[in-house]
């Protein structure tokens, strides 16, 4: 038996290897609510068109309530039989409300549909992110102003360096944490623009009006160009480039915090609460929360280099290629929402060993460069004072005493 909805040409019924390799309601699914949402709208359309009777559109809206309360209830089994979730809430419709369920597709294609849908999930998304994303940047920014006064070496090529604030660092964290958020709020101003009324590639004669449903559904305009509504995935590549430098930020972070937390660094105390122990070692407390986002960053840059892919090589418009979109970004939102979920608590939950990090930003030599300065306020050229400080420091060294000892000594035989 054919595929009622495109099978009207074909001869033979879809081979069910083909069937099962070709369908996505396996992981699709999750988009019923957006696939519903959008549906609705497209229906009054087409009533306020007078494609359809009010009532038809009533009662394909009411139609669609139902099977959306049923499959947040679970009551409908997935049929893989059933190509897609576009698919299936159409055929669930047909059967519970008759002949006028048909109507629906009315104007549209599952390419302009499906385009709509995954923007409406990702809408929807992006609040979320955005408040998960805010959330750790005020706990980050709570921090810079709580551990402003508090000192701690400083690092590059991961050798102390110079001494700054534990605020300092977080504040670090907080300008790329903001730049995140910079990111993610220009990316849905971009992406906020209604597929819906391209069709497969070239629009409809029909008297749709593609403004009144971008209106509605609350995007800022459409599409115009029919060609680039159905086949543009670029608001999917931008989101897993966004996300991917987000993860970035947060697996550097998490990398810190790993070495503080061992004990040759000894700047932080894991709470119980947020560590984990080993099953050989009784000794151990393991940082597998920031181990985890540090490692999830690996799934996130996958998904962009997957889309990347898929897209690269694809003619307009519409290609079957594009399905394969979705799973990396369902990954994606989901992988982001747990690392910035669980983050601030973390946070919140770790002991700065504050006196411990001031005695080693004492030590050291990191007051070198400050030495250094010293010598150029009182004239010595840049190079010279730079050469001059270094003896200091390796004579420091041969002494065993601190490059204050040094200077002092100096100054005195000076003076």
């Excluded at 979320?128 to 750790?136: E, M, R, S």
Aim: proline share 3%; with cysteine; aromatic share 8%.
């Amino acid at each position: 038996m054919n595929h009622k909805t495109w099978g009207g040409r074909f001869t033979k019924a879809l081979d069910t290897r083909v069937a099962k390799f070709h369908a996505s309601l396996s992981f699709d699914y999750v988009l019923y609510p957006y696939d519903i949402q959008g549906s609705q709208v497209h229906a009054q359309m087409l009533a306020k068109q007078k494609l359809i009777t009010p009532q038809e559109a009533q009662l394909i809206c009411d139609g669609l309530t139902e099977i959306q309360a049923e499959l947040s209830l679970q009551k409908i089994k997935l049929n893989e039989a059933t190509e897609d979730i576009h698919m299936l809430i159409e055929q669930l419709l047909i059967a519970k409300i008759g002949e006028t369920g048909k109507k629906l597709h009315t104007g549209r294609s599952r390419n302009d549909q499906v385009a709509l849908t995954v923007k409406l999930y990702l809408k929807d998304k992006y609040v979320q992110i955005n408040h998960l994303l805010l959330t750790v940047h005020e706990t980050l920014n709570h921090f810079s102003l709580q551990y402003q006064h508090n000192v701690m070496p400083g690092y590059t090529h991961l050798q102390a360096a110079q001494p700054i604030t534990l605020g300092n660092y977080f504040d670090a964290y907080a300008q790329m944490i903001h730049r995140d958020l910079q990111r993610l709020q220009d990316w849905q101003r971009r992406m906020n623009y209604s597929p819906l009324g391209a069709g497969a590639l070239a629009g409809s004669n029909l008297p749709l009006d593609r403004d009144w449903v971008a209106r509605q559904l609350g995007f800022s305009g459409i599409v115009s160009n029919t060609l680039d509504a159905v086949s543009d995935r670029d608001f999917v590549m931008e989101f897993t480039s966004f996300a991917s430098i987000l993860m970035v930020h947060l697996s550097r972070l998490s990398e810190d915090l790993i070495l503080w937390a061992t004990q040759e660094f000894n700047f932080i105390t894991l709470d119980d609460a947020f560590a984990t122990g080993s099953s050989l070692m009784p000794n151990k407390k393991n940082p597998d929360v920031v181990e985890l986002i540090r490692g999830k960053s690996g799934r996130v840059f996958g998904s962009l280099m997957g889309i990347l892919t898929v897209m690269k090589g694809l003619p307009l418009a519409y290609n079957k290629d594009m399905q394969e979109d979705k799973e990396a970004l369902f990954d994606t939102v989901h992988t982001l929402c747990q690392c910035l979920e669980i983050l601030p608590p973390f946070l919140n939950s770790l002991t700065f060993n504050l006196a411990h990090m001031d005695t080693k930003a004492n030590n050291g030599f990191l007051n070198a460069t400050q030495a250094v300065e010293m010598l150029v306020l009182k004239g010595v050229p840049f190079r010279d004072a730079h050469h001059q400080v270094g003896q200091w420091v390796l004579e420091a060294i041969d002494k065993q005493c601190s490059l204050t000892d040094i200077i002092g000594a100096t100054n005195a035989n000076t003076t």
